[in-house]
């Protein structure tokens, strides 16, 4: 076969690798970024609560620009949405580099860039998932977002590792500019990348009615419907149990932060691990039954974790859990876009976005739990509630689990 022309014997390959290259540079910023405005606003304040405000800033926007997002994404493509949501976070990233220059930025100033780097996640959350569907091509639909988390788990992972060890070294405004160049390297790497072809909401329709169309895709499209409630029960009664890993490796498990570290390194190696064995199998037409075992799977990791008598047992539940809850969210993510028409991707991805914005309702609820009945209990109860929802799904709601599938896209 002819090297130039890779890229046409395999439709959207070649561009979709680029796509990767984009998200790569993201992901590590993501996670440093989080990183460093935590870091600034415990420096200037001395105060956890207000570090949970910080963090609470960064997620409660995807709630509110989920579906206006998506609607954008429908209307002017993914490919400009992508860009300018990593030129966007590479501006906030060097104006706190400017900042922190001399003195830490005052806190107010801190909120704003973690609620603008917030609206612009939802940006490239969005276009990033529905760029990996539409280019997908032979490499198949669940493949190509399998992949694409993979990329942002191992992403995650070394950012989180170059902010502690730059802030340490070399302070905030450096660690700021670094995050900056990786936005920007995700940008640029999409320059002179083709637009793509495809229908879009072009029409005479109004951005707000469009929005209104895209939330309506709940009521109208009884597959998203179920689809979306099973991404609320995940991110609210799930994924929020993160929040309580720096008590059990302090108090349940006595561990200290060598121990948090591991289940840090567990979860993650858990979702790297999962994503990258959905990646391997081969395409699935059909996926609810799928779904619903991954959803029961990750309450009951969760519930083991929360009850295991030892520490080497809760690591390897956490690593179970890990690899479930990315299962969950790629086969999510591919069939709200195989639900819907190719111009209501955006948008049907954009509910998937508003779940995530949602989480921190989750994490107010089990710290909350937590304080009053114990951090072993509140996981526990949590990721029983999950797994009776992910059995109920796989009996009683049967029939309609059965009817959620995944489609191959047009090839590009």
């Known amino acids: 076969m002819n090297p130039s022309n890779t890229e046409e014997a395999v439709p959207g390959i070649g561009r979709l690798a680029r796509v990767f290259a984009s998200l790569f540079p993201s992901w590590v910023s993501f996670t440093a970024s989080q990183a ?46 992508l860009v300018a949501s990593n030129a966007i976070q590479a501006v906030i990233s060097f104006a706190l580099a400017a900042a922190a220059l001399t003195k830490t930025p005052p806190v107010t100033v801190l909120f704003l860039a973690s609620a603008g780097y917030g609206v612009a996640d ?19 639909a669940m493949r190509a977002m399998a992949t694409a988390n993979v990329v942002s788990g191992i992403g995650m992972a070394l950012g989180g590792v170059i902010a502690g060890v730059i802030l340490a070294r070399a302070g905030a405004s450096v660690t700021a500019t670094v995050v900056g160049v990786a936005f920007s390297a995700g940008a640029v790497t999409l320059v002179g990348l083709p637009a793509l072809p495809g229908p879009t909401a072009r029409g005479r329709s109004s951005l707000l009615s469009l929005v209104r169309a895209g939330l309506g895709l709940v009521h109208s499209v ?34 200290g932060p060598l121990g948090l570290g591991a289940i840090l390194t ?12 959905v990646a391997l199998v081969g395409p699935r037409t059909e996926i609810g039954r799928w779904l619903a075992a991954a959803v029961a799977l990750f309450g009951a990791g969760l519930v083991g974790f929360a009850l295991s008598p030892a520490f080497d047992a809760a690591l390897a ?32 991805t954009g509910l998937w976005v508003l779940t995530v914005g949602v989480g921190p309702l989750g994490v107010l609820e089990v710290g909350v739990v937590a304080q009053l009945l114990g951090a072993r209990l509140a996981q526990a109860s949590n990721g029983l509630l999950v797994a009776i929802f992910g059995l109920l799904l796989l009996g009683k709601l049967g029939r309609r689990v059965r009817s959620i599938a995944t489609a191959s896209p047009p090839q590009l």
């Open 36 to 81: 460093l405005i935590g870091w600034l606003v415990f420096a200037a304040t001395s105060s956890a609560a207000l570090v949970g405000v910080a963090f609470a800033l960064r997620y409660i926007p995807l709630a509110v620009t989920g579906v206006p997002m998506g609607a954008l994404s429908d209307r002017f493509g993914r490919l400009r949405l």
């Open 122 to 140: 939802s940006a490239r959350l969005v276009s990033g998932v529905n760029l990996t569907y539409d280019l997908s091509g032979r490499l198949g």
């Open 222 to 255: 009884p597959v998203i419907g179920l689809l979306i409630a099973i991404a609320l029960v995940v991110e609210v009664f799930a994924f929020s149990g993160m929040a309580l890993d720096p008590v059990f490796a302090g108090a349940v498990f006595a561990v």
């Open 266 to 277: 567990a979860r993650a190696v858990g979702r790297i691990s999962g994503a990258g064995v």
């Open 317 to 348: 539940l956490v690593w179970v859990a890990g690899v479930a809850g990315v299962i969950v969210d790629v086969l999510e993510q591919t069939a709200l876009q195989a639900g819907v028409s190719a111009a209501s991707r955006g948008r049907a």
